[in-house]
């Protein structure tokens, strides 16, 4: 393998700004800031949404009522279809 060429692999903690949740796993993502967690420092790196606040996996999807949006844009640009 060629030297100095391939991302650093490494245990970086993630933070859940949404529902303040923190988790740790491996990533090549680059940061500068650095956290201690569980007493041992790692790299950093603040997120919007994570598996434990995103809709699709607590189960909390919104539905939306979108019946009748074909017929609108139908009637809206005088759609003729047979």
């Known amino acids: 393998m060629k030297k ?16 303040n949740y923190k988790f740790i796993i491996k990533s ?3 940061t500068k800031k ?3 967690f569980n007493g041992i420092n790692y790299p950093f790196i ?4 994570s598996s434990k ?3 699709f996996y607590t ?17 809206k ?3 003729i279809y047979d």
């Open 4 to 19: 100095n060429i391939h991302p650093i692999y490494r245990y970086v903690v993630f933070y859940d700004v949404s529902i």
């Open 28 to 30: 090549s993502i680059k």
């Open 34 to 36: 650095k956290i201690n």
């Open 46 to 49: 603040k997120i919007e949404v």
């Open 53 to 55: 606040s995103h809709p």
């Open 59 to 75: 189960g909390k999807n919104k539905i939306l009522d979108i019946s009748g949006r074909v017929e609108n844009f139908k009637k």
């Open 77 to 79: 640009f005088n759609y």
